[in-house]
């Protein structure tokens, strides 16, 4: 079974500064996607990046961009330029490419940032 | 505006009592998908439907029933088997099971 470890249960960051949240997974398959995901205190998940495990080029949306290390099995979030906006829970989550349809979620890291 | 819409957003249980959480979409897509959030975890999968009038388990589907008579709407029901059902419960849907899931805004189900 795949699973999704995110280390950092709590990150800080100076507004405009650079943070990086780290997403480790574990897995068999060869094909799958990648996916950070944003849940500010409204609570509604919102899609943030996403990556596809064959594409060797880094997934990038705008502030976002994402180091996605396919023999390490990481996938770690850059957000530039921090903004106060930012600030909310991210998770990270994996899919497989071979028709299973769940969304494997890491336990999330709460993103503050300091103004 | 195309969206996925939860009602409602909060809902209280009381013990012994089956609830219904609403989920409806008008983006067009066929998948649809329950999602529940407990304190410090991340979202784990109830159930899905790929398409109309079908719909399969996901990890933690006891405790729970869903129905799909149309492509806009997912209901979930928490019956009274499921007996820790304080949660966040999540709707998401995609254009298909290999595309990207969008979620709605939550119901909040707090037991009395």
């Known amino acids: 079974a795949q699973t999704v470890t995110q280390s950092q249960p709590e990150m800080s960051v100076q507004e405009a500064e650079t943070v990086t949240l780290s997403c480790t997974y574990d897995t068999s398959e060869s094909d799958y996607y990648l996916f950070w995901y944003k849940q500010p205190p409204s609570r509604q998940m919102i899609l943030v990046i996403r990556q596809e495990a064959y594409k060797q080029q880094n997934a990038t949306e705008n502030r976002f961009s994402v180091n996605f290390q396919k023999a390490a099995k990481s996938f770690s979030l850059k957000i530039s330029d921090s903004q106060l906006g930012d600030a909310a829970m991210y998770f990270c989550a994996y899919r497989s490419a071979f028709g299973n349809e769940k969304l494997t979620f890491g336990t999330g890291t709460r993103l503050t940032i300091i103004p | 505006d195309g969206g996925i819409t939860q009602s409602p957003k909060y809902l209280f249980r009381k013990e012994g009592q089956n609830v219904t959480l609403s989920c409806e979409q008008n983006l067009n897509h066929d998948a649809m998908y329950w999602y529940r959030q407990d304190p410090g975890q991340g979202l784990r999968l109830i159930y899905y439907?790929?398409?109309?009038?079908?719909?399969q388990k996901g990890d933690i589907a006891e405790g729970y029933s869903v129905s799909r008579e149309k492509k806009e709407s997912f209901p979930l029901t928490v019956t009274s088997a499921q007996k820790n059902p304080t949660a966040f419960y999540l709707c998401?849907?995609?254009?298909?099971?290999?595309?990207?899931?969008?979620f709605g805004p939550g119901t909040r189900l707090l037991v009395l």
């Open positions: 439907s790929q398409i109309v009038n079908d719909f």
């Open positions: 998401a849907s995609s254009v298909g099971v290999q595309e990207t899931q969008y």
